[in-house]
């Protein structure tokens, strides 16, 4: 390639020590500026991503450029509300599935007993899940 930079595997250092990579060490000075032709959709897709994922346009196109991972995509606040709500009607579900464990185990619903302490242990994991990424 004309400016000298190889593409390169996730993770690995660049080629050319004078590319900056975010998070690798000191960035020089950007002082250079790259045009790119893109239709109106393509444009409104790539500054959707960008917001999504709380970076400038420039940032998000210059990793994705040199291969540099970049931040999970932000949620708002629609997305942390519906997961809420989610949460709740898995703990909800869960107490339901609990006192069906509960009559399995007393003998009162037989058959089942693992079956359900399974698909409990299922909810109780998803419900954690979901706590993490609303943190």
């Known amino acids: ?4 930079y190889t593409p390169r595997r996730s ?26 032709r893109a239709t ?5 897709l790539i500054q959707d991503l960008a917001k999504s994922r709380g970076m400038s346009l420039s940032e998000m196109v210059r990793r994705s450029a ?19 709500r989610t949460l709740a009607a ?8 609990n006192q069906l464990v509960r009559r399995a185990h007393s003998g009162k619903l037989t058959g089942h007993d693992a079956e359900l302490s399974k698909t409990l242990a299922g909810v109780d994991a998803l419900r954690a899940h979901l706590r993490e990424i609303i943190r």
């Open 66 to 84: 040199l291969g540099v991972r970049m931040p999970a995509a932000a949620l708002d606040r629609r997305d942390l509300a519906e997961l809420a």
């Open 1 to 4: 390639m004309a400016c000298g």
């Open 40 to 44: 109106t959709d393509e444009l409104a």
């Open 11 to 36: 993770g690995e250092t660049p080629v050319n020590p004078s590319i900056s990579v975010p998070g690798q060490g000191r960035a020089a000075m950007r002082d250079k500026i790259i045009r790119v």
């Open 90 to 97: 898995l703990g909800r579900i869960g107490g339901l599935l």
